[in-house]
């Protein structure tokens, strides 16, 4: 079975600082994708990233996939309450998608 | 048009009673799935079409029963629901379901089995 552990579960932030969640698994997959969900609505997709070592620029989110496509990192600079939210990686594998069980971000004004 | 649409967006229905969730898609997108989510988890995949055809069943009980009548469309028929069922069901599209692209979700619907 192939599991994405996110660390950490929870984060609560001021305004204006920056932020790293990950994204970690034992399992190479195919693609990796990064959505954000605000509660009662469907996931968003934030980016998808496929090439070991691939670095992609979402305006302040930097999202990287490791080398070994084995684990993925968001970094988010100068936060804002905006971006709140639970963020999920998934991963393309033997299944479709495999979630990991996400990030709870808040981000205090 | 990126929009995946859900309808109804809430539902609550007895133990004994028959429903069903409708989705809609306008992207040409070829797979389709359901989606599971309880509170505080991630989704968990319950059913994938490829190509209108039913390629994915991830032990789903038998209660749950999908249907896709076109390359547009996606059903969950429900009957005789337990009160664990009670979940936000989320359905969602891709091009294809291998390689997997982009999957766009829809706001789900809010289903409450008394």
């Known amino acids: 079975t192939q599991l994405l552990e996110q660390s950490p579960q929870f984060l609560s932030i001021q305004e204006g600082e920056n932020l790293t969640v990950y994204c970690n698994s034992s399992?190479?997959?195919?693609?990796l994708q990064w959505y954000r969900q605000e509660p009662g609505e469907g996931p968003v997709l934030l980016v998808t990233?496929?090439?070991?070592?691939e670095v992609k620029k979402l305006k302040r989110l930097t999202f990287q996939f490791g080398d070994a496509r084995k684990d993925s990192s968001l970094h988010i600079t100068a936060a804002q309450p905006g971006d709140t939210g639970l963020y999920l990686c998934?991963?393309?594998?033997?299944?479709?998608?495999?979630f990991g069980k996400g990030t709870r971000l808040s981000v205090i004004a | 048009d990126t929009e995946v649409t859900q309808t109804p967006k809430h539902l609550v229905m007895g133990m004994t009673n028959k429903k069903s969730l409708k989705c809609e898609q306008h992207m040409g997108h070829r797979a389709m799935y359901w989606y599971k989510q309880k509170a505080k988890k991630p989704p968990e995949l319950m059913f994938v079409?490829?190509?209108?055809?039913?390629?994915i069943n991830e032990s789903v009980p038998s209660r749950f029963s999908p249907e896709c009548p076109n390359s547009s469309l996606l059903n969950l028929h429900l009957h005789a629901l337990q009160p664990e069922d009670s979940a936000l069901y989320l359905c969602?599209?891709?091009?294809?379901?291998?390689?997997?692209?982009?999957?766009?979700f829809g706001p789900g619907t809010r289903l409450t089995v008394t």
């Open positions: 969602a599209s891709s091009q294809v379901a291998k390689p997997l692209y982009e999957q766009y």
């Open positions: 399992s190479v997959f195919s693609s």
């Open positions: 998934a991963g393309e594998g033997n299944t479709p998608l495999v």
């Open positions: 079409y490829s190509y209108e055809k039913l390629s």
């Open positions: 990233v496929v090439t070991g070592g």
